[in-house]
């Protein structure tokens, strides 16, 4: 697989989380995929990601930055949301919070097997 095809399937991750479109997330993420280290399966890959859009209504994923090295890709996110109640273990309450992930994925078969996730908590922290 090549950088761009690799991109071009990262994007289309990117379409169906913004989308909510559940059905399809199989398609782009392995039935064992793991989370940070942590076997999840695509079943709690989704749940986990259902309870992100349910915690932030307003949830969009903006890919800033994205470089590939098959069969690896890095991305920078950038969020520009409102949670509602507790975020990460903070108080966020309602306030519109701007934050970054930095996440690394690793595919296997043209679909996400791996997925190391840090999350820019420091930021969130000083907006609240």
């Not at 076997?39 to 930055?65: H, K, N, Q, S, T």
């Not at 520009?80 to 595919?107: H, Q, S, W």
Request: net charge negative; charged share 30%; glycine share 8%.
């Amino acid at each position: 697989m090549t950088r761009d095809e690799l991109c071009e399937i990262y994007r289309g991750y990117i379409d169906c989380l913004n989308g909510q479109d559940w059905n399809r997330l199989g398609r782009f993420v392995d039935d064992a995929v793991e989370y940070n280290g942590t076997p999840v399966g695509l079943p709690g890959y989704r749940e986990m990601l259902e309870g992100d859009f349910r915690a932030i209504p307003d949830l969009r994923f903006r890919i800033e930055l994205l470089t590939s090295d098959p069969p690896r890709i890095a991305s920078r996110l950038h969020f520009d949301c409102t949670p509602r109640g507790m975020l990460f273990d903070l108080p966020v309450n309602g306030k519109r919070i701007k934050f970054a992930e930095n996440v690394f994925y690793e595919f296997s078969g043209g679909r996400i097997r791996n997925v190391w996730s840090i999350i820019d908590k420091a930021a969130i922290a000083q907006q609240i």
